[in-house]
């Protein structure tokens, strides 16, 4: 089904307006963004980008502010004095997404965001976020953003996705009182596979094409095959040095935003285990020992197993 006609004209970085130094190619997307759920080893995507900054402007979860701390905010997790203290009270949607959605004069853009952003599921399909002033979107959309600003044609969604069982706990890690990240107790509600699928759902829908799913274990079982078949889907030159970015300062720097959760990221120095071998032939790392999780997580990743499962049958398969 391709989009009906019932879309606006779109007002952000329609593809007339996409420059044309931002991408060689018409068919081509400028803009890049990869929606995901916490603790989905996204970051490497990041990184990857991050490291070659004369060709990508990359934007670390631009829609999360929002959702947690402005006028706008869906998040219960923070009150009002935090969410004033924050400075980030006067950011709303239509702001935020403005910048995700314009084509960078010069080069391409890349954002990693949670799809749980642009969400609030206590609110029905084709609800538009006030600062769109009125704007109309479809009734089957999921999302706060109107349909013709969240499906331009510039913009390519790809999606990735990690097994509940590593995802959980990772999330739970940093969830606790006195937490340097901020968050002190674990909510299962912000996992967001439910929002992940929804997106998803709905991108398919509505443009009849199944957009690009990655699974985490994937990428770090076979991180150059992965990566390249991402990289040709979006119109990335694939550079096999992309795996490892040890000399890259940004990657120190660009997840400050969110303290704590990305400590791991910052020191990274590639995908994976980088041994030689692995490098080289993709070969997987000793698989780490699994560990039992309590009651409390086991049922958490267990409520995220129907839409992750869901979501993994789409998985690309032929690497």
């Not at 853009?109 to 749980?116: G, H, R, V």
């Not at 912000?190 to 997106?199: A, D, H, I, P, V």
């Not at 889907?233 to 120190?252: N, S």
Request: with cysteine; aromatic share 10%; proline share 8%.
């Amino acid at each position: 089904m391709s989009p009906d006609a019932s879309f606006e004209t779109p007002s952000i970085g329609s593809a007339a307006s996409v420059p044309a130094s931002s991408t060689s190619s018409s068919s081509r997307p400028s803009n890049i963004i990869l929606w995901v759920h916490p603790r989905s080893t996204s970051t490497a995507f990041e990184c990857m980008l991050l490291a070659r900054p004369d060709e990508f402007e990359v934007l670390h979860e631009p829609m999360g502010e929002t959702w947690y701390y402005s006028k706008e905010r869906v998040s219960k997790r923070f009150d009002d004095k935090i969410c004033d203290e924050s400075g980030h009270g006067e950011l709303s949607y239509a702001k935020a997404w403005a910048e995700v959605a314009k084509p960078h004069p010069t080069m391409r853009k890349f954002s990693k965001d949670m799809a749980q952003y642009l969400i609030d599921t206590s609110s029905p399909n084709g609800t538009v976020a006030a600062s769109f002033n009125g704007a109309k979107t479809t009734p089957n959309n999921p999302t706060l953003i109107p349909t013709s600003e969240l499906l331009q044609p510039h913009i390519s969604h790809t999606f990735l996705i990690r097994h509940p069982n590593k995802a959980v706990p990772s999330y739970a890690r940093l969830c606790y009182p006195g937490a340097p990240t901020g968050f002190d107790y674990f909510d299962p509600s912000e996992m967001g596979y439910k929002e992940l699928r929804m997106l998803f759902d709905f991108i398919r829908e509505k443009t009849g094409k199944t957009p690009l799913l990655v699974e985490s274990e994937e990428l770090l079982k076979a991180p150059s095959k992965v990566v390249k078949a991402w990289c040709e889907h979006v119109g990335i030159e694939f550079k096999q040095e992309m795996l490892e970015w040890d000399d890259a300062p940004e990657t120190r720097t660009h997840f400050e935003k969110w303290k704590g959760f990305h400590d791991d990221a910052a020191k990274s120095k590639g995908i994976g285990q980088t041994t030689p071998d692995a490098k080289e032939g993709d070969k997987p790392a000793a698989p780490k020992k699994e560990t039992t999780l309590s009651p409390e997580l086991q049922k958490a990743a267990d409520d995220c197993m129907e839409d992750y499962e869901y979501l993994r049958s789409f998985a690309k398969k032929d690497f």
